[in-house]
C-alpha cells in the first residue's frame, strides 16, 4: 500500500541551528512533492513545491531536496527561528498531474525551535 | 498566492442537526475543490474530491449521504454534514488547486454536543 511517512513527531532545536525533517514514501511515483506549514487550528499553508527531476529548490531560509531513488524529501530551514515553529507536512499527489489529483498527507513534523 | 475562505470558522450544534460549511476560492477559478477532515494531533484526511457540476467523489469509508457536497460554481463548494453527532466532531478543511498548488482554507472546527 502507499504510504508516507515523516520520521519525526516532534523535533526540538535551538535558535539559529538548521532543522532537518525527513519525508519518505513508498509505493508512490509521484511528478512531483510539496511542503506545507500547518499551525495550531489552521489549515496548512504551501511552501515549496520540488518536481521529481528537480534535485533541490529552495526559497530564502527553506531548502528543499527531493531524491526519488531513496524516495525520500528533506526539507531544511537554515537560521531557524521561534516563528518557525508549527507543525510541517509533506503532500504527494498520486500519479501524474492531471489538475484534479487531491494530495495525501504525511503524519507531519512538530518543530520547536527553542529561544 | 491563491485564497480560499471558508464559513463558518467554528460551529457548535446539537446532535441531529445538519451543518453546512462553504469553501470559496476568492481569486481564482478552481474546477475541483477537496475536503478534508483532521482529528486532533492527526494529519488531513481526504474525505472526497469536489467537482465543479457533476457529483462529488467519495474516498472510500465516508457516507455519502451523510456528507453532502455540492459544487454549484467555479468559486464555491458547500460540505453538509446531515444528522450530525458528536463523533462527527472535527476540524474540516477544504482546499481548491491553482494549477499545481493546493491552497487550504482556514478551516471550520465542529463541536456536535
Known amino acids: 500500500s502507499q504510504k508516507i511517512e515523516q520520521n519525526s513527531e516532534a523535533l526540538n532545536i535551538q535558535e539559529g541551528k538548521t532543522a532537518t525533517l525527513t519525508c519518505n514514501y513508498t509505493?508512490?511515483?509521484?511528478?512531483?512533492l510539496q511542503w506545507y506549514r500547518q499551525d495550531p487550528g489552521r489549515g496548512p499553508v504551501f511552501l515549496l513545491l520540488?518536481?521529481?527531476?528537480?534535485k533541490e529548490k529552495r526559497k530564502e531560509r527553506l531548502k528543499v531536496t527531493f531524491d526519488t531513488t531513496l524516495k525520500q524529501s528533506l526539507f531544511h530551514i537554515t537560521a531557524s527561528q521561534p516563528a518557525d515553529s508549527a507543525t510541517y507536512l509533506c503532500?504527494?499527489?498520486?500519479?501524474?498531474?492531471?489538475?484534479?489529483?487531491?494530495?495525501?498527507f504525511g503524519s507531519g513534523t512538530r518543530l520547536q525551535v527553542q529561544p | 498566492g491563491a485564497v480560499v475562505s471558508q464559513h463558518p470558522s467554528w460551529v457548535i450544534c446539537k446532535s441531529g442537526t445538519s451543518v453546512k460549511i462553504e469553501c470559496r476560492s476568492l481569486?481564482?477559478?478552481?474546477?475541483?475543490m477537496f475536503w478534508y477532515r483532521q482529528f486532533p494531533k492527526q494529519s488531513l484526511m481526504l474525505m472526497a474530491t469536489s467537482n465543479e457540476g457533476s457529483k462529488a467523489t467519495y474516498e472510500q469509508g465516508v457516507e455519502k449521504d451523510k456528507f453532502l457536497i455540492n459544487h454549484a460554481s467555479l468559486t464555491l463548494s458547500t460540505l453538509t454534514v446531515t444528522s450530525a453527532h458528536p463523533e462527527d466532531s472535527s476540524f474540516y478543511i477544504c482546499?481548491?488547486?491553482?494549477?499545481?498548488?493546493?491552497?487550504f482554507g482556514p478551516g471550520t472546527r465542529l463541536l456536535v454536543l
Open positions: 503532500a504527494l499527489a498520486k500519479g501524474a498531474d492531471t489538475g484534479r489529483r487531491a494530495l495525501t
Open positions: 482546499s481548491a488547486r491553482d494549477f499545481q498548488t493546493q491552497y
Open positions: 509505493n508512490y511515483s509521484p511528478a512531483y
Open positions: 520540488i518536481r521529481e527531476n528537480e
Open positions: 481569486d481564482f477559478q478552481a474546477t475541483t
